[in-house]
């Protein structure tokens, strides 16, 4: 049977984007435009002594440190990150410089040509230099002198994960008269525009970003876009032609950020019933070379933790820890998967300790509306993951499957993870950082046309978002115009990351077009410019790690059904079911399409997808070598909403994009250590990595 | 680099005796190989010959109880002629990608010569044979011996493989292809393992392990002390058989997998063949 | 050399390399940009076009290679009467998510009912495994084929 969506309108980009339409960057066709190839470092660490450039020709430049118009760095949460590296090198493959001309073979004949002398240093690749730390705790601490209890130790490690959007990153600079234009396969325009602002020390108006198509992001392009901008424009305002650089999937995979590798130490002192008393938790992030978005990265690993559970006493800290390797940055989930790995493995672990099958034992400490949350803040609105549970057992048909396989030799196995994910920005930053602003405008035709920030990257937003304004008027589609953003148009509403665009920004497109429609006059034009409200009741304070962490939250439970191979030791997924609370569902279909492409990247995360580093390098650059599902990997999934609506989201809704991720990596790994009878510690949970379990 | 079209077999030829090429056929492993970047021309160092627009080199025939497979016939092709055995079906049908499929030759794979390619696995089974053609000489050698080391073939610089024969047989057999994911992979451990039974007794058996060396590992020595075994009895040397393999493979690590990895599923893949015997 | 093939139902000669990719030969010769370069390497299917009817990955195919043969490009595709029943199935089934990959998937997907009209289930997710998704997790992209086998009238 083929599902319906009876809440689903038609996608507004679906038309340009299944007829080949739809404009790219790479697509985008100029007049005269140069190409511009990256000078890599060839060291991890060092400084640079001298660097030879062969006879450039006519028509090509050589862009590095010494073009810097304003300010050497790269504009980014924590602006570590120089746009071009000067006189230290700190990973390999650092941009040192453009070579920039029209003619790409060129260009890359002169890049090779490049001679870089250097003085190299020893490279840290281990964590052990910590740049941020991170600490904080909640509840009753006496019980840590309790005699009677006993102490269980367990650690996690989680690897790489490559975002491999569809479209690798690319960028098209030009100038319109005397304004830096850019156009980028990206995640959040006004990132790029004040990254290029701060770099060349120009005003807000000389610069504007303009988005177009953009194929997948998953985080991968929340920053790296920004230090593609600033070099391009760097170039641009020395060369003054168009220049474009698009990167080959090696080049993308090589040299782009990743997904935090971690590890999570878990102590907890239980009692002589089983029931743990006291939970000590320990992050580590391995950061790479700058610091830039670890910070948070950090923040919203420790916040989520304890995940959907509550201890007497939690102890929860972390470091982000500087390495000489690629730097780490966003990707779906933001810290949260690493964390939720943990604690859902270790919770699985302590349960087999004391012989509770399934999810019995976890269900004892899963938190309700009214507790407070790992930060001391509270979980106000209505938590209905009792609901979710039931209804993702039935679906699945868990209690008689996870009976059946826990028989010996079954080689199938069931498992079942539950997360949550705190949606919009880290605590008051919505209101104190981001500070939306949203402008929607009626000509005296009465058509309406708003304008955000939002990228529209394949989660379907820009049909969600036009919808939202739409319904509220009460008016035909056709009379509202929602464009992709263009820096020119827009205010900020923000970045298009954190899972804030429905529950945030789309709250404020309803609140901005009610109150067009409450000042109404047909024929008349009218503009409304709607600033972010937040609920007054959050408070956070990040030092501290203290207070309400999030405006609202978001749950979910997966069921992974998997069956194993005990002569290859391969896994083959073959069924998810997913059950989930992100508030209000307004668009079923595209929610679904969340579900099922979060999912499966959860489910690549945790058994399939390996990337290794080794001095400095990734081992897998390619699509043949780096390895995510095909469609006969992919499982059959399922999927149900439960309605909750939330009071400050866009008819009730919260965010889904991120939520989708989190569980799939734990949910089959429980699965996996069903069919093998054996305990998992590390992802991916890949077939060399069960058979060293097995055969130890 | 000169490029080179010749559209029949004699002008292919001619040209490979005066010029030292890369024979191209799909391109599906010389397109990666050579490949620098988007939009720049692949930089071959040394003259191609496409064999794309040779006449008379697509086909699949059947003669004397062999298959005659043509050096520019796809592996569509292969997976769709009534005349393939089961064998090399489900062989083929694991390679890389449909679209792969579509437009590559065996005798590709064959010349590639990568200790990782699937489908010379069988054809070292089976004892296939080569055509090879130059201008002046016209020879067959089997792919066990064309194949001498890690993308190393016994291909003169004048010659070019024609055909691929193949004898026709009716052993029962195991096939696994384990790769990182369920399609488009580039295996980690193949193995094929056939045999045939007469009277009870182990009338052939033959094992080609592929990825664990340079090239599909096969020995007829130890294949020999095992035929003419009853069923019972080859069980019961189990521990024998997979000692010989044991030492025959010599698996290493790479981005796709470790060493370690590959010899116990080559093994486990070999007994579990063993037990499937019947 | 001067290179002559049928693109998209009608007859073109293009003077390039014969080694030239067919995929730089449609996006920067011809600037037919529908079909799109994900990794180079014949590992992700963005680039698929069909060539006397099956899909071939654009990126590995010299031009020459094609020579006097019939090749579809998601320009072509497009104009078909089978293109509107596929693209409606994706519409109403959210086979597209950021795109990139759709213009390939919807290539296999016309290759495929043509060849066979009434495919299983894992007849499509065999079809589809060249052809890389990192959005819709492939439910959605297998609804879609399913529902366009049906002429878009599932029950």
Known sequence: MLPEYKTSVKKVDNEEKMSGKALFTDDIQMDGVLSAVTVRSKISKGKILNIKLPTLPEGYYFISAKDIVKENVCNIIFSDWPVFADKEINYKGESIGLIVGEDKKICLDLVDQVVIEYEEKEPVFDMKNSAIHKDFEKGDKSVLNDPNLESYTEKFQTGYQEQVYLETQGMLVYLDGDKITVKASMQCPFYIHKAICRTLGYPEDKVRVIQPAVGGAFGGKEHYPSLMGAQLATALVKIKKPIKMVFDRKEDISFTTKRHPSETTISALIDKKGKIRALDIHVSLDAGAYIGCSGVVLSRALIAATNTYKFDYVHISGDAYITNKIPSAAFRGFGSPQSIFAIEMFLAHVAKKFRYPGVLYKNQYLVETGDTTSTNGKFRDKIILKELIVKAKEMSDYDRKEKEYSKPNSYRGIGMSYFLHGCGFTGSGESDLIKAKLIIRKDKNDIVTFYTSQVDFGQGNRTTLKRIVVDTLGIPEDHVIYDAPDTDKTLSTGPTAASRTIIIVGGLAAKAAQHLKDIWVSGKEQEIIEPYVGPDYIHWDEATMQGDAYPGYAWGVNVVEVSFDPITYEVHVEETWSVYDVGHAIDERILVGQADGGILQGLGYGYLEVEEMANGEFRQKTMSDYIVPTSMDAPKMHTAFIDNPFKYGAFGAKGAGELTFVGGAPAVCIAIEQAIKEKIYKIPANPEYLMEILEK | ?278 | MKIKFNLNKKDVIVDVDPSMRLLDVLRNVLHLTGTKEGCGEGSCGACSVLVDNMPYDSCLTPVINVMNKQVMTIEGIRESKEYETIANSFAKMGGSQCGFCTPGMIIVTYALLMKNPNPSEEEIRLALSGNICRCTGYQAIVNAVKDASKGGKHE
């Open chain 2, 1 to 278: 680099m000169n490029s080179y079209i010749p559209t029949s077999l004699e002008e292919a030829l001619k040209i490979l005796f005066e010029h030292d090429c890369y024979i191209l056929a799909g391109g599906t492993d010389l397109m990666v190989q050579n490949h620098r970047s988007s939009g720049l021309l692949p930089t071959f160092k040394k003259d191609v010959l496409f064999t794309s627009q040779i006449e008379g080199l697509d086909y699949i025939k059947v003669i004397n109880n062999e298959l005659h497979i043509g050096a520019n016939t796809k592996y569509i092709s292969m997976i769709e002629s009534k005349f393939v055995p089961t064998m090399l079906k489900n062989v083929f049908v694991e390679i890389a990608s449909p679209s792969i499929r579509n437009m590559a030759t065996l005798t590709g794979n064959i010349n590639n010569a990568s200790p990782a390619a699937d489908g010379t696995v069988p054809l070292i089974l089976l004892d296939a044979r080569l055509v090879l053609q130059s201008k002046d000489n016209k020879r067959e050698i089997s792919v066990d011996d064309y194949l001498i080391g890690f993308k190393k073939t016994d291909r003169k610089p004048n010659e070019m493989v024609t055909e691929i024969i193949v004898p026709l047989t009716d052993h029962k057999y195991l096939w696994r292809k384990v790769g990182s994911r369920k399609a488009e992979s580039i295996s980690k451990v193949t193995f094929l393992g056939a045999y045939k039974t007469s009277n009870n007794k182990i009338s052939d058996f033959r094992i080609a392990l592929g990825c664990v060396s340079i090239k599909p590992v096969r020995s007829k020595q130890v294949e020999s002390k095992y035929i003419g075994l009853t069923i019972d009895e080859l069980k019961n040397k189990k521990d024998e058989i997979v000692n010989d393999y044991n030492q025959l493979i010599e698996p290493v690590t790479d981005q796709r997998s470790n060493k370690e990895y590959k010899r116990k599923v080559a093994i486990n893949l070999l007994k579990s063949f063993i037990d499937s015997i019947k």
